[in-house]
């Protein structure tokens, strides 16, 4: 029996049948492996957890531990129910501290702070504005900062409370009586309850641009000082979004709070009908100008419940949409091995689709032989997905490693090189292909309308099975292609032919020729094809720019008698010349 420690606010199901959830996505391997990630990253959640609600640090990025809680709640459906020892239901509100605890530092909030659920997609924010019926809805930017309760009697600051549990938090009266952007006093002496964010103070902040800038983190930073210096006090912001004990109505809690001295809260608060409103403010925002960081938007319905029914969760009357992820957490499913037309063998960790940057990610490339062995990613693993120059994903770190660890192999790195897979024999398939997809490509011959998924169709069909055997293809057996008719079949006829015409250099350079400084190729191919294939590595290191290893890689792509039967089986090199004069530069050097 394995007994799990459940973070706060979440309970596993049991009495269901583990049949039930067979379409569930689960943790890769056997159930014992399955219940291990499932322990190991509940472990970690409560590490977050802790360090977040107690010592008020971001341990990893919002992105990261959103996913890494849905993916918690999908594993327990994952879980043979029988297998979990049952657990105690955690109270629906946390145990008051005692009196001691209360003397050191902490206060008990007058209306919890609620939290919010964070809804992973447009279609799940549909779904719960539907849920909403008639209900008026606003929407404001996610201010990226502390979450606080400022608390006014009389007119004036009388206390200040981290949100803590969202019940009870620490006393920050006396660091928030110190900055000076913060009212500390009303032109009210009505009771004043207003929960928001401390928020960094920025000029020209686009999110798209710029990111968290550790705003968040700062300002926590502040928040554990005890003397703030004159720059520091003027250095922070508030935004109030909630109003406990504020009028019911929508307009009048918006009046009120600009009276009140607290402006940003009307000027970034929008009514929205449609979902297409939600999406259009969202990407305003991220992309807009803004005082502050901000992590998404907040969607809450105008008429909320009295601040004495609030509780320390989730409401189902206000929700999160968070920007776009630049990091996320992912699990590996398997590591595959690409071999690219080189003969390069590149490591691809093959993982469970995830959602970064508003795009479902399902593998992302390793790189090299050597970057894998330095991350030792292997299937299980947990790991840190982000985005290389916002376009390109990348594995940056294992958060989690499985244990224990499986077997990774990879292919002989002397299986595949410059020269390996001119035809399509066993293994060579990959190469293969991606050599005809450079071949008919842009660096090579350009033949228009032919592409990697072209290739495919006619390797797998037996049509092609050397580089140049589409040369020899006619209508009639293209035509025999599924999805291939008169129209189409004339078209790629048509484009091979036109690439027959195309010069010998670009027929080089199709067939895999290592590559050549532009500056010296036209003079280095300037020889009759019998000429280049008799040159030795020290000729063509004494062209500038061509290294010890390009000239041994140029020395051996000539020499192999697989490329010159493919030369001299086209018409540009039937005379064993290539263009430009008769003299065999080299001789000149």
């Known amino acids: 029996m394995r007994r799990y420690l459940i973070p706060f606010g979440f309970l596993v199901g049991v009495g269901v049948p583990f049949a039930a959830f067979a379409d569930a996505t689960c943790p890769p391997g056997s159930l014992d492996a399955r219940h291990d990630a499932y322990e190991a990253l509940t472990q970690r959640i409560e590490a977050w957890d802790g360090a977040y609600y107690q010592r008020g640090q971001r341990l990893v990025p919002d992105g990261v531990y959103d996913e890494a ?87 004036a600051l009388a206390a200040a409370i981290s949100r803590g549990d969202g019940e009870y938090g620490q006393d920050w009266t006396a660091k928030v009586g110190q900055l000076t952007q913060v009212p500390q006093r009303l032109p009210s002496e009505a009771p004043v309850t207003l929960q928001g964010e401390l928020y960094l103070r920025l000029e020209d902040h686009v999110q798209a641009r710029d990111g968290g800038a550790g705003a968040r983190a700062t300002v926590a930073g502040l928040m554990s000082k005890h003397r703030l210096s004159e720059s520091e006090r003027g250095a922070v912001g508030f935004f109030a979004w909630g109003w406990p004990d504020g009028p019911d109505a929508g307009s009048p809690r918006l009046a009120g709070l600009e009276a009140l001295g607290f402006p940003d809260t009307t000027r970034y608060t929008r009514r929205v009908e449609t979902t297409e409103d939600v999406a259009q403010w969202r990407d305003h925002w991220y992309h807009a100008s803004l005082p502050f960081a901000s992590d998404g938007v907040v969607i809450k319905r105008v008429d909320r419940p009295d601040g004495k029914h609030w509780r320390a969760e989730p409401p189902d009357w206000t929700v999160a949409w968070k920007y776009p992820a630049a990091q996320t957490l992912a699990v590996v499913e398997a590591i595959d091995v690409s071999v690219g037309r080189t003969g390069r063998l590149t490591p691809v960790a093959r993982l469970q689709p995830v959602q970064l940057d508003d795009r479902q990610v399902d593998s992302v490339s390793l790189g090299s032989i050597d970057r894998w062995r330095t991350l030792d990613v292997r299937p299980g693993d947990q790991i840190l997905l982000s985005l290389a120059g916002a376009t390109i994903p990348q594995i940056e770190s294992v958060v989690i490693r499985s244990e224990p660890r499986p077997r990774v192999t990879f292919p002989s790195p002397d299986r595949y090189g410059i ?23 842009p660096d090579g011959l ?35 292609l599924p999805g291939v008719g008169p129209a189409r079949a004339r078209q790629w006829i048509e484009a091979f032919r036109q690439a027959e015409s195309e010069p010998p250099i670009r027929w080089l350079t199709a067939l895999g020729l290592p590559p050549i400084p532009e500056a010296v190729r036209q003079r280095a191919l ?60 080299i001789s000149q050097l």
């Open 69 to 155: 809680k849905r993916r918690w709640l999908r594993w327990q459906d994952c879980l043979k129910p029988l297998d979990l020892e049952p657990l105690a239901a955690q109270p629906a509100s946390p145990t008051p501290p005692t009196s001691t605890a209360l003397d050191a530092g902490t206060l008990a909030h007058p209306f919890a702070q609620t939290g919010l659920d964070k809804l992973p997609d447009r279609a799940a924010i549909d779904a719960w504005m539907h849920r909403q019926g008639a209900h008026p809805l606003w929407i404001q930017p996610k201010v990226d900062g502390v979450a606080v309760t400022l608390v006014y009697r009389d007119g």
């Open 419 to 441: 020269l390996s897979c001119l035809t399509l024999t066993a293994g060579c398939r990959e190469q293969f292909l991606a050599r005809l997809t450079w071949l008919g490509g």
């Open 526 to 585: 300037n020889a009759p094809l019998h000429r280049l294939e008799q040159r030795s590595r020290a000729d063509w290191e004494r062209y500038a720019g061509i290294g010890e290893t390009g000239a041994s890689q140029l020395q051996a792509f000539f020499a192999a008698p697989e490329i010159h039967a493919l030369l001299v089986s086209l018409p540009q090199f039937e005379t064993t010349h290539v263009p430009g004069p008769e003299n065999d530069e």
């Open 446 to 480: 350009d033949i228009r309308g032919i592409g990697a998924a072209s290739w495919a169709r006619l390797v797998d069909a037996g049509l092609v099975r050397g580089l140049l055997d589409w040369r020899q293809l006619d209508s009639e057996r293209l035509e025999r």
